[in-house]
C-alpha cells in the first residue's frame, strides 16, 4: 500500500532578523553585574545576534580560530550591537564571549552537516555550497578541512570524559 502525504513536513525553517533590527529603533535591554543580557528582550536579543553570527559577510568563517578573525571584524559586530540595542561597553567583553561561542559552534556545525571528507570527492563538495555559507568561503573550509594535519588531529578539539565515580569527572584532551 502506497500513501502520499502532502503536509508540510520542512521544520521551522530559517531563523530571520527582528523586524525591528537595523530598522533605526533600539532594543532596550537589561543586564546584570556580570555583563549578561536578563529581561523581557534577551530572548529577542540573544536570537538576533544568533542569527548574526552566521552572516559569513559579518564574521567570515574561514578563520582557524575565533582569535585569528580580525579585529575589525569583531569591532563593526559590536558597533552593529550597540546601534541596534542601548547596550554599553561595560557588557562587550561578556557579550562579545558569547559572540564567539556561537561563532564556533556555528562553523562546527557546517562542517559536522555539510563536510563529508571520506564519503565525498572533494569536486562534489565544492559543488554542494551549504543555502547558508557564502560561497566564496566554501572551497577556503573545504580545503583546509581536507588538509592531512587537519584530518589527523580531529580529536584536538574533542574532550572524553571519564567517569570516576558518581562525584568526580576526569576530562582529557588531546594535543
Same mark, same amino acid.
Given at each position: 500500500m502506497?500513501?502520499?502525504?502532502?503536509?508540510d513536513?520542512?521544520g521551522?525553517g530559517?531563523?530571520?532578523?527582528?523586524?525591528g %533590527?537595523?530598522?533605526? &529603533? +533600539?532594543?532596550?535591554l537589561?543586564w546584570?553585574?556580570?555583563g549578561? $543580557?536578563i529581561?523581557p528582550?534577551?530572548?529577542?536579543?540573544?536570537?538576533?545576534?544568533?542569527i548574526l553570527?552566521?552572516?559569513?559577510?559579518?564574521?567570515?568563517l574561514?578563520?582557524?580560530?575565533?582569535?585569528a578573525?580580525?579585529?575589525?571584524?569583531?569591532?563593526?559586530? %559590536?558597533e552593529?550591537? &550597540? +546601534?541596534?540595542t542601548?547596550?554599553?561597553d561595560?557588557?562587550?567583553? $561578556?557579550?562579545?564571549?558569547?559572540?564567539s561561542?556561537?561563532?564556533?559552534?556555528w562553523?562546527s556545525?557546517?562542517?559536522r552537516?555539510?563536510?563529508?571528507?571520506?564519503?565525498?570527492?572533494?569536486?562534489?563538495?565544492?559543488?554542494?555550497?551549504?543555502?547558508?555559507v557564502?560561497?566564496?568561503?566554501?572551497?577556503?573550509l573545504?580545503d583546509?578541512?581536507?588538509?592531512?594535519?587537519?584530518?589527523?588531529c580531529?580529536?584536538c578539539?574533542?574532550?572524553?570524559a571519564?567517569e570516576?565515580?558518581?562525584?568526580?569527572?576526569?576530562?582529557?584532551?588531546?594535543c
Amino acid at each position: 500500500m502506497c500513501f502520499l502525504y502532502t503536509g508540510d513536513n520542512s521544520g521551522r525553517g530559517l531563523a530571520r532578523r527582528s523586524a525591528g %533590527w537595523g530598522g533605526g &529603533k +533600539r532594543l532596550e535591554l537589561v543586564w546584570n553585574a556580570w555583563g549578561q $543580557v536578563i529581561g523581557p528582550n534577551a530572548t529577542q536579543y540573544l536570537s538576533q545576534v544568533g542569527i548574526l553570527v552566521k552572516d559569513g559577510n559579518k564574521l567570515p568563517l574561514t578563520y582557524t580560530d575565533w582569535r585569528a578573525m580580525p579585529e575589525g571584524s569583531k569591532e563593526r559586530f %559590536w558597533e552593529d550591537i &550597540k +546601534r541596534n540595542t542601548n547596550i554599553d561597553d561595560t557588557c562587550k567583553k $561578556v557579550q562579545m564571549m558569547r559572540v564567539s561561542k556561537l561563532w564556533r559552534n556555528w562553523k562546527s556545525k557546517v562542517k559536522r552537516l555539510y563536510f563529508t571528507p571520506y564519503r565525498r570527492h572533494r569536486s562534489w563538495l565544492l559543488a554542494h555550497c551549504p543555502a547558508r555559507v557564502e560561497e566564496d568561503q566554501w572551497p577556503i573550509l573545504v580545503d583546509y578541512w581536507s588538509l592531512e594535519d587537519v584530518k589527523a588531529c580531529i580529536y584536538c578539539h574533542i574532550s572524553f570524559a571519564f567517569e570516576l565515580n558518581s562525584n568526580a569527572i576526569m576530562i582529557l584532551m588531546c594535543c
